[in-house]
């Protein structure tokens, strides 16, 4: 009855019908490049949170001329009665659970993405040990790229087993830390404002976003944590490094000395 229901569904199609179906197609396709290549540029004219509005819209756009695309094309090709869309999407249903069920798990996580949004153009963020910012999401998967310059694809379908860590979170705000693992005998109150004063004075440091000292004991020193926030997310490498060039410059003419903090798993 199904190949019964299919034949009769694409019985009616004529080169009319084609020509009409490839049409619509065509200006879906040109829509979404032009949306594609228009609203990154103008995202990237913008500053702040309009920056991140406009960049997420992105995908939910494509999606959204994928399904009108769809829904226009398949009453031209078929009549739409209900036994022909029964037999055409039932057919359809069981061609992508056997044959694309990862893709079909990715493109459903991938709708799920766009609803929830735990990442979105311009975020940073860390799936699996890869870290970088999302430079693109598509319907299956979003592209990371690294601090190394590498290209990272990344299916939606980690969003159910993963853990996915977000730096900014769709804000212009990301977190730095600079690490120094000092020798236990000096000042700590005098360290901590030290480094304090180090954030403040850098050039690169967003001076309205609070700046915090978090200091730990270790058998092996003190541990300091060093938080303060970028002018630029994509400086952030550069401003980590300026805070600890920084940083231990002026622990140096203080007379305060690094240690070596053991590595994880070796005693």
């Known amino acids: ?21 490839l049409v619509v197609v065509l200006i879906g396709t040109a829509l979404t490049i032009v949306i594609q290549k228009l609203l990154p540029k103008i995202a990237g004219k913008l500053g702040g949170k309009p920056r991140f509005y406009v ?5 939910l756009l494509r999606l959204v001329i ?7 094309v398949v009453p031209i090709l078929v009549d739409p009665s209900f ?42 963020i860390e799936v699996d040990g890869q870290y970088g910012e999302v430079r693109s999401i598509g ?12 290209v990272v694809v990344i299916p939606h379908s980690k969003l159910w087993n993963s853990l996915i860590a977000n730096g900014n979170d769709g804000t212009d705000n990301l977190m730095c830390v600079a690490e120094f693992n000092l020798e236990p005998h000096h000042d700590v109150s005098r360290v901590m404002s030290l480094l304090r004063d180090v954030a403040f004075t850098c050039p690169q440091t967003r001076t ?3 700046v915090l000292v978090v200091v730990s004991n270790n058998p ?30 002026a622990l140096s003419v203080e007379g305060i000395r690094f240690v070596s903090a053991p590595v994880a798993g070796i005693r």
């Open 139 to 150: 319907t299956r998967a979003a592209e990371i790229v690294t601090p190394d310059d590498t």
């Open 220 to 249: 092996w020193g003190m541990c300091y944590r060093l938080k303060a926030y970028p002018v630029e997310l994509k400086d952030q490498f550069h401003f980590i490094s300026e805070l600890t060039a920084r940083g231990a410059s």
């Open 55 to 59: 960049l997420a819209s992105v995908p």
């Open 66 to 72: 994928i399904v009108v695309t769809i829904i226009v």
């Open 83 to 124: 036994e022909n869309m029964i037999a055409i999407f039932g057919a359809l249903a069981l061609a992508l659970g056997f044959a694309f069920k990862d893709y079909a798990n990715s493109l459903i996580a991938g709708v799920v993405t766009l609803y929830e949004m735990p990442y979105r153009p311009g975020d940073w």
């Open 1 to 21: 009855m199904s190949d019964l229901g299919i034949k009769e569904a694409f019985s009616a199609i004529t080169s009319v019908a084609l020509l009409e179906a």
């Open 208 to 210: 309205f976003r609070p």
